[in-house]
């Protein structure tokens, strides 16, 4: 993921809000099983290169939303190629299926939880 500019971490969040559109930083740290200190730090950087961007939920409101930008969309087409790539390698290190039953783990837990 090195060369795309972006951790994991930040891919997936980038990913998760694609699929969710906007969210407050409550929502998404909930959703993506973080505390808000960490969400934080994994999304300011998003925020300043302007791949995530923040809203009032509506006008004159305090609640702020992220959504993913054009420039994030860009963003999340450069970096599949690299997700890909670690995603076959770790497979190869753990197995195929240990790997499968993580992720199904993980996608239990983040969207029945």
Do not use: C
Request: charged share 20%; hydrophobic share 40%; no cysteine.
């Amino acid at each position: 993921m090195a060369p795309t500019g972006i951790t994991s971490t930040q891919f997936s969040l980038l990913n998760f809000l694609r699929q969710n559109e906007r969210m407050t930083m409550n929502e998404l740290a909930a959703a993506m099983l973080m505390d808000r200190t960490t969400l934080l730090r994994a999304v300011k950087p998003l925020l300043q290169r302007e791949l995530v961007v923040s809203a009032p939920e509506t006008e004159g409101s305090r609640r702020l939303m992220l959504e993913l930008s054009p420039a994030g969309r860009s963003k999340i087409t450069e970096a599949q190629p690299f997700w890909q790539a670690a995603q076959e390698e770790y497979e190869v290190q753990v197995g195929q299926l240990h790997a499968k039953s993580l992720r199904s783990d993980f996608f239990n837990m983040t969207h029945h939880g």
